[in-house]
């Protein structure tokens, strides 16, 4: 049982790492600095490829970002000052998680808005219901009346027919 | 009018599917840039043609000028070089290049077999310079008015109508 585990582990451990390899490479020599440029770019978008981060996306602008982002950590730039440098060339749209801003409210708030509205319109129509009398929810007679007249139509074709082989 | 309250959610769909349908019928590859309207970052690039003369924005300033990102490597550049070409031959503002991450050989080669609409093209080799305007897709084109102002961008290939609906009106205005 422990062989099998440790087998099965490995197997894992290695389509892990195969995984790994096919995201961009790494390239710096300090792993320190890497790890922290990589978690910087993992939150920005690159342009060319809109859905991969500048992290990992392989296109050469976002290899030439990370150059970048490499060489300012180097100058011993912050985080910020690292996001900075892409949001004055970029914009917000680079950034994973947009800032809350004046434009970005219904962005943020929109949809607990749009969840609380629901809520309450939900809560309103149950209260509304059961302060309602039992009888409210019977059939009208008219459908009752209709429902019969369907039954019994049904009941007398089927009393002249064969039934089902 | 209690009796039209059930309306209310046909009306909440119907404007938000207008809000989504607006949304996705817009172009996400062009991302407006923080630049229009700041003051078109500094450079010092050398020449495409004569790698011995260094070329600066403040060299530049002082007159309404076009700034076209292009390389020999883009396909879409072939396809606005026509309309460059001959808007260059009007000569109503200078047409400047920048030649983003390309070789010399390989660009010169290029504007000997086009045409070269650039009063002078400026050799980024590594891109630095084309970061710094927020380059992400060449080919690209800003007018910068004489302040050195950026006042406009264009993401992708000029067309004819770009250049009488967009350019053309803007440079009207800067009097250029």
New interface residues.
């Given amino acids: 049982m422990k062989i099998v585990r440790i087998v099965l582990g490995s197997c894992l451990l290695a389509a892990g790492l195969s995984l790994a390899a096919k995201e961009a490479a790494p390239e710096a020599a300090d792993p320190a600095l890497e790890a922290r440029m990589v978690r910087i770019t993992s939150e920005l978008r690159c342009?060319?490829c809109?859905n991969q981060t500048i992290a990992d996306s392989n296109a050469?602008?976002a290899v030439?970002?990370r150059r970048?982002a490499r060489a300012l950590i180097k100058q011993g730039k912050t985080d910020a000052e690292v996001v900075d440098y892409m949001?004055?060339?970029?914009?917000?749209?680079v950034l994973y998680r947009p800032p809350l801003r004046a434009t970005t409210v219904l962005l943020w708030f929109g949809p607990p808005l749009m969840l609380a509205v629901g809520g309450a319109v939900l809560v309103v129509v149950l209260r509304r219901r059961s302060r309602m009398a039992a009888d409210a929810f019977d059939a009208d007679d008219e459908i009752a009346d209709e429902a019969g007249a369907v039954d019994a139509a049904l009941a007398s074709a089927n009393a002249g027919t064969p039934g089902p082989r | 009018m209690k009796r039209l309250w059930f309306l209310i959610p046909l009306a909440a769909f119907l404007v938000l599917a207008v809000v989504l349908a607006v949304g996705l019928n817009r172009d996400p590859r062009e991302v407006p840039s923080p630049l229009i309207d700041k003051p078109a970052p500094k450079f010092a690039l050398a020449r495409l043609d004569d790698a011995a003369k260094t070329v600066r924005l403040d060299d530049l300033k002082g007159k309404v000028f076009i700034l076209n990102v292009w390389a020999s490597w883009c396909v879409a550049c072939r396809e606005e070089h026509p309309v460059l070409l001959d808007f260059a031959k009007k000569r109503v503002v200078p047409v400047y290049g920048l030649n983003y991450k390309d070789t010399r050989p390989d660009a010169s080669a290029w504007l000997a077999r086009f045409g070269n609409p650039y009063d002078a093209s400026f050799f980024d080799e590594d891109g630095r310079v084309g970061l710094d305007f927020g380059v992400y897709g060449v080919p690209e084109t800003f007018v910068v008015d004489g302040n050195g102002v950026i006042r406009m961008k264009h993401i992708g290939p000029i067309t004819p109508e770009v250049l009488a609906n967009k350019i053309e009106p803007l440079l009207k205005k800067l009097d250029a």
């Fill in positions: 342009l060319v809109q050469s602008l030439d970002l970048e949001t004055a060339r970029y914009g917000d749209f």
